[in-house]
Nanobody, 123 residues
Framework: QVQLVESGGGLVQAGGSLRLSCAASGRTFSSLAMGWFRQAPGKEREFVAAISSGGSVTKYGDSVKGRLTISRDNAKTTVYLQMNSLKPEDTAVYYC????????????????WGQGTQVTVSS
């Protein structure tokens, strides 16, 4: 089992920045690929970013490329999402997720999920 706890969400003005963190416990963190997804009210869950177990491979959703950066610190068993140049359309609940094997943009492949953290971007 893997426990994931997100933090760092909040209210920010358009153009601002936030850094989300996801602390993991319960399994060897360095063996897990990690991902961030988001879900806005009335919309389906959307892939945001993913990173391989060692951190050498990253993937991003088209809507966030160039603005959001995923990273991880295996010593701290934490994955981060640096969010810059935020837009009102980035408003959503952001979820951290973990999976064995390679990175993926497909949410059904992730076995472990956090509770989510709200990000609200005002215009």
């Amino acid at each position: 089992q893997v426990q994931l706890v997100e933090s760092g969400g909040g209210l920010v003005q358009a153009g601002g920045s936030l850094r989300l963190s996801c602390a993991a416990s319960g399994r060897t963190f360095s063996s897990l690929a990690m991902g961030w997804f988001r879900q806005a009210p009335g919309k389906e869950r959307e892939f945001v970013a993913a990173i391989s177990s060692g951190g050498s491979v990253t993937k991003y959703g088209d809507s966030v490329k160039g603005r959001l950066t995923i990273s991880r610190d295996n010593a701290k068993t934490t994955v981060y999402l640096q969010m810059n140049s935020l837009k009102p359309e980035d408003t959503a609940v952001y979820y951290c997720a973990a999976k064995d094997g390679a990175t993926s943009s497909r949410s059904p492949l992730y076995a472990y999920w956090g509770q989510g953290t709200q990000v609200t971007v005002s215009s």
